[in-house]
């Protein structure tokens, strides 16, 4: 979805249909439940486990409960996936700020938050952002990948004190894209990630924007906004 009033990607948990939106605490509790349930499906038998039955019985709600929320399993699905997403830009945001100085260790810090999720949010590994269901599976007028591009390229802008342009944010989600695909094979077959393919990732994706986005080599002054 296009913010009419911003022209911006919106990512925001009431694009997401339900049947009724929560609105009391215990309904939005109940919400974080049904998706708790979820990813821990996920984690044991893998995307395919997760039914409405077995959200259900793992959440201990009835199925009407999980139907009153969620009309079938692709909307919950895409619920847990925007979850996903928000902590995992969270994260970022919260730790970006107190990298380590000199370009780009807060690109390299995305990648810590976003292999630390795979190895310790549960669901996290097999689901991500839902990009293994559908490349936009969290907003149909753009990919996951360039959901993300515009949200890192909007830190990089802050962080520099520069106003970035769409070239900076094909460069970032080149970068992405690299990242998602070796990152997805490093945790394909090891639970904790395969270290070859993580390390290959930081040097290919730092090497990259450092030869396409040139930065200042001082230290990153945050914008004052």
């Known amino acids: ?80 996936a925007v979850r996903n997403m928000e902590r995992y830009v969270e994260r970022v945001q919260e730790n970006v700020a107190s990298s380590p100085p000199g370009p780009w260790s807060s690109f390299d810090r995305t990648l810590d938050i976003f292999i630390e999720m795979n190895r310790d949010e549960p669901g996290f590994r097999a689901l991500r952002f839902g990009d293994v269901i559908d490349q936009r599976f969290l907003n149909p007028e753009l990919s996951n990948n360039s959901i993300l591009a515009r949200e890192f390229t909007r830190q990089i802008g802050d962080t520099y004190d520069f106003e970035p342009g769409e070239d900076v944010v094909f460069h970032v989600e080149v970068a992405i894209e690299m990242a998602s695909g070796l990152l997805g094979r490093a945790f394909q077959l090891d639970k904790s990630g395969d270290e070859r393919f993580i390390e290959a990732t930081r040097r290919l994706c730092t090497d990259y924007l450092t030869t396409n986005i040139p930065l200042p080599a001082e230290q990153p002054h945050p914008r004052t906004r």
Request: negative net charge.
């Open 1 to 80: 979805m296009i913010d009419e009033t911003t022209q911006e990607p919106t990512l925001a948990t009431d694009k997401v249909v339900m049947r009724t939106e929560p609105i009391q605490r215990r309904s939005a509790e109940r919400i974080e439940a049904l998706l708790d349930a979820a990813a821990e499906l996920i984690d044991e038998g893998g995307i395919d486990g997760v039914t409405t039955s077995a959200v259900a019985k793992k959440s201990k709600s009835s199925v009407g409960v999980v139907y009153r929320y969620f009309p079938n399993i692709q909307t919950l699905l895409r619920a847990l």
